[in-house]
């Protein structure tokens, strides 16, 4: 694993208002994170690592502090700079797939291509090689509805790596797999790590933190504790 960071973030802080009220969402939160590092982020519903993976992906701003992203400032961006760095370096895969019913496996996965204006053939080869890199090859022309949730969960993968990304950030990746299921698809990410690809999982559950080599707890906006696992 190399030493490169990815992820530098120096205090960085965001609230949120809610009626009269303002939830401070993150407080003065300082981490990083190394190029191949495989980070778990856990905590209670309300702790603040959503509103990280938001900061992460380039989805939200901070009201304060800075974060690095593979060697550039992402904090003073604004829409479009953010929307091309999340579209062009970070994949992102969901707890519940967001994937389109009325089109096939492959032209979901080469659907971020389109953002990037990657002409059609180009689309339709990467699809087919993010596919079979998590072993849907043959399943590259069905609909969602006739793949199971697992294999779902690898079409989204998939989708997630079509853009080569620096970064892959999953949010309960396996929230609606079955425990079987759910293993098969970290084993996956671990695979994916192994050839570098930096992952960051948030979850609730020690068995899928598990697959990780690290854990960052969040409580109440707060970093509360981050170790090796």
Known sequence: MSSELVIE??????????GSQVV?????????????EFVAVMGPSGSGKST????LGCLDTPEAGRYVFDGTDI?????DQLAATRNGHIGFVFQTFNLLARVSAQDNVAFPLMYARVPQGER???AAQALEAVGLADRAHHHPAQLSGGQ?????????????????????????LDT????????????????????IVVTHEPEVAAFADRALHFRDGRLVSDGAL
Not at 9 to 18: A, I
Not at 24 to 36: N, T
């Open 152 to 176: 779902q969960q690898r079409v989204a993968i998939a989708r997630a790596l079509v853009n080569n990304p620096t970064l892959i950030l999953a949010d309960e990746p396996t929230g609606a």
């Open 124 to 126: 339709r080869a990467r």
């Open 75 to 79: 904090s003073s961006m604004d829409r």
């Open 24 to 36: 401070h969402a993150l407080v003065d939160l300082s981490v990083d994170v190394r190029r191949g």
């Open 180 to 199: 079987a299921t759910g293993a098969e698809i970290m084993t996956l990410f671990q695979g994916l790590n192994r050839k570098g690809i930096t992952i």
């Open 9 to 18: 973030t120096n205090g960085l802080c965001k609230d949120y208002r809610v």
């Open 52 to 55: 990280f993976m938001h900061l």
